[in-house]
């Protein structure tokens, strides 16, 4: 194995770690974890299997494989001896498992996380203020964010329909920090930090696999007296998001973000016909008015 191939292949295994245990680096993962990891991977190649009708029993992994063949055999060896000479892992097996995860194969996946990312690089820090982590904990959990991404001039768009992407905020067992994901169109996924002071809530979002960032803000009202009761929830929140659009141009966004039941929770990001039935109606009334949902930069 060339030093591309064991970065590429610890690219992998810390979007496993991510992705399965909210861990950014495979060094933090136990014997344990990987063990588990397989198992769900495995649980999804089945369902996999199941769904495209094959009959015959599906290939699943070896409880071991990520730890033995992996982990110790490739990683750990090649940091402990850079000069150790590895052969490349099964390149079918790897295929088989990202194709589950929702790529094309594993060269797919490697070409879709091309650059490193650092959740350490993303700061929104107020010196002379204290982060309300009463707020930041309501906030964990799963959300689907709804907003119009529509072109420059709203008249040019071929059809009216409304972008969800899907979005999990949680906190950090290291570290103690509040992180997003949030997903994007082909493959690509946003990774980011939420922080909170007094009744405002910012995140701070970076691309994956291309050079774009995604700020939001967002405030409600009197959080402080409405935290005091035990039974308040926090349903749905309005942001102001604001990124460069893919053909360059700044764009402002009115993005609602609406909670959303982890047990139907689907992790992609998808565009549907204004009227669908998978779009609440409290949600298309908000963003029916185009003019007031592009918000004029210029």
């Known amino acids: ?23 950014n680096c495979w060094e933090d993962v136990t014997k344990t974890e990987w063990s588990y990891i397989v198992a769900e991977i495995n649980d999804l190649i089945i369902r996999d299997n199941e769904e495209k009708g094959i009959k015959k029993a599906a290939d699943v992994l070896g409880l071991n494989y990520l730890y033995e063949h992996l982990i110790i055999n490739k990683l750990k060896k090649y940091y402990h001896n850079e000069n150790s000479v590895l ?8 295929s088989l ?12 996946f490697i070409n879709s996380h091309t650059g490193a990312f650092n959740f350490n690089d993303l700061r929104i820090d107020m010196d002379n203020a204290r982060q309300n982590t009463a707020l930041l904990d309501r906030l964990v959990g799963c959300w689907y964010s709804y907003n119009r991404n529509l072109p420059d001039n709203p008249s040019e768009a071929k ?11 949680y906190k950090s067992e290291t570290s103690g920090e509040y992180y997003i994901e949030r997903s994007g169109g082909d493959h ?4 980011g930090k939420v922080t909170a002071y007094s009744d405002y809530v910012f995140i701070i979002m970076n691309s994956n696999t291309f050079i774009r960032q995604r700020h939001f803000i967002s405030r409600i009202k009197d959080i402080k007296e409405k935290l005091k009761n035990p039974e308040y929830k926090l349903h749905e929140l309005h942001f102001i998001s604001t990124c460069i659009s893919f ?12 909670k959303a039941d982890r047990k139907t929770f689907i992790a992609d990001s998808i565009s549907f016909p204004i009227d669908s039935d998978e779009i609440p109606q409290s949600i298309i009334k908000q963003l029916e008015d185009t003019e007031a949902n592009r918000i004029d930069y210029r």
Do not use: T
Not at 97 to 108: A, E, H, R, T, W
Not at 188 to 191: A, V
Not at 250 to 258: K, T, V
């Open 1 to 23: 194995m060339k030093k591309e191939d064991i970065l590429h292949l610890e690219k992998l295994m810390n979007f496993l770690s991510l992705h399965f245990l909210k861990k």
């Open 87 to 94: 052969s490349k892992p099964n390149l079918a097996k790897l």
């Open 97 to 108: 498992i990202v194709k589950v995860l929702g790529y094309s194969n594993y060269i797919d």
């Open 159 to 169: 059809d009216n329909r409304i972008w969800r992407s899907a979005m999990e905020i």
């Open 188 to 191: 690509h996924k946003y990774f």
């Open 247 to 258: 053909n360059q141009e700044p764009i402002a966004l009115f993005e609602i973000f609406q």
